[in-house]
């Protein structure tokens, strides 16, 4: 219970008037229910340009950051940000390792809770949204640093370089070539974008609501 009360305060947009509004509610889980309820009521966009980079961050998960082109492009390695997927025969895969289906769900989760960061920061208005959205950011270009990373660690350790030419033999020479793809890159900038964003926080907000007047002119 403790974890939702850490989390309604994280995620209250005026922290001391969300304590003075809900100074009477017991549960946990009812103050977050209200500080949910409190953000959407008026939503206001304050920072579109960190929302987008928040949608091409996610967008890039439906593509592959890296591939290998093997035996001529008759195999393929495709690493995702979140699974490898490759059609190579069983004495091809000895050379790859498989993402484990815990492993999968974990991480889809995780980059889930990025695009979730930025929605909650573009639509939090002061210091606090442009803090969400740095915080963001930053996840996006650490979680793109693992993914080099763990390609670095495991063509180490079959002895082949990350990205360019090599070749491997099995029953046969087999030649790979290895590329990051413009996904991977798109993902990088969009962690730069959402960084340097918060510096234009809250200069063009949006409105997402409807104001009373509006609503009584239609009337």
């Not at 509004?21 to 009812?30: K, T, Y």
């Not at 442009?130 to 950011?137: K, M």
């Amino acid at each position: 219970m403790k974890l939702l009360y850490y989390m309604a305060q994280l995620l209250a947009d005026d922290p001391a008037k969300y304590r003075q509004l809900n100074a009477g509610v017991c549960s946990a889980a009812s103050e977050l229910t209200a500080v949910v309820k409190g953000h959407f009521h008026n939503l206001t966009l304050y920072n579109p340009l960190a929302l987008i980079s928040g949608i091409v961050f996610t967008a890039t998960l439906f593509f592959p950051w890296w591939c290998a082109n093997v035996y001529d492009n008759y195999y393929t390695i495709n690493a995702y940000a979140f699974i490898l997927q490759h059609n190579l025969p069983p004495e091809g895969r000895n050379f790859i390792i498989e993402t484990p289906r815990i492993a999968v769900v974990l991480l889809v989760m995780l980059l889930a809770g990025y695009f979730f960061l930025v929605f909650w920061g573009s639509t939090m208005a002061g210091k606090k949204g442009r803090l969400f959205l740095i915080g963001s950011g930053i996840c996006m270009l650490l979680y793109a640093a693992g993914f080099y990373g763990s390609l670095l660690f495991a063509t180490n350790l079959i002895g082949q370089p990350v990205t360019g030419y090599s070749s491997v033999v099995v029953t046969v020479q087999v030649d790979v070539f290895m590329t990051f793809t413009h996904a991977y890159f798109a993902a990088v900038a969009s962690g730069v974008f959402c960084v340097f964003s918060s510096l234009l926080h809250g200069l063009t907000p949006i409105r997402l609501y409807r104001s009373k007047a509006g609503a009584a002119d239609d009337v």
